[in-house]
Nanobody, 116 residues
Framework: QVQLVESGGGLAQAGGSLRLSCAASRSTFSIPLMGWYRQAPGGQRELVATITSGGSTNYADSVKGRFTISRDNAKNTVYLQMNSLKPEDTAVYRC??????????WGQGTQVTVSS
C-alpha cells in the first residue's frame, strides 16, 4: 500500500508555470509506474503524464513540450513541471501510483487554475 500527498497547485496566469509534487509514503523506486491525471469541471479524468521506475515517460498530446514529469527516488517524490500554461489546463490534478494491475493508489488531488 502507498499513501500519496500532492502539493504545488494554485493559480497561474496563462503562459506561466507551476510545479506539482507528489510525496509517496514508500520508496518510489519500488513503484513500477507513477503518473499524473487531471479532471476538469464537468469533464472526465484524463492521463497527463506517466513515468516508470526506469525513467521512461509518456505524455498526453495536449501537454507534450510543455509539461515534464520526473521522479526523485531519494525523496520519494514525483514532480510535474508545467510550463506555458493554458486556461484549458485548469483541473484537479491527482497523483497515481500503480504497484500491480490490481493495486492502484491515488492522492487527494490539487487544484490548478489558469487565468487568461
Amino acid at each position: 500500500q502507498v499513501q500519496l500527498v500532492e502539493s504545488g497547485g494554485g493559480l497561474a496566469q496563462a503562459g506561466g508555470s507551476l510545479r506539482l509534487s507528489c510525496a509517496a509514503s514508500r520508496s518510489t523506486f519500488s513503484i513500477p509506474l507513477m503518473g499524473w491525471y487531471r479532471q476538469a469541471p464537468g469533464g472526465q479524468r484524463e492521463l497527463v503524464a506517466t513515468i516508470t521506475s526506469g525513467g521512461s515517460t509518456n505524455y498526453a498530446d495536449s501537454v507534450k513540450g510543455r509539461f515534464t514529469i520526473s521522479r526523485d527516488n531519494a525523496k520519494n517524490t514525483v514532480y510535474l513541471q508545467m510550463n506555458s500554461l493554458k486556461p484549458e489546463d485548469t483541473a484537479v490534478y491527482r497523483c497515481n501510483a500503480r504497484l500491480t494491475l490490481d493495486a492502484s493508489y491515488w492522492g487527494q488531488g490539487t487544484q490548478v487554475t489558469v487565468s487568461s
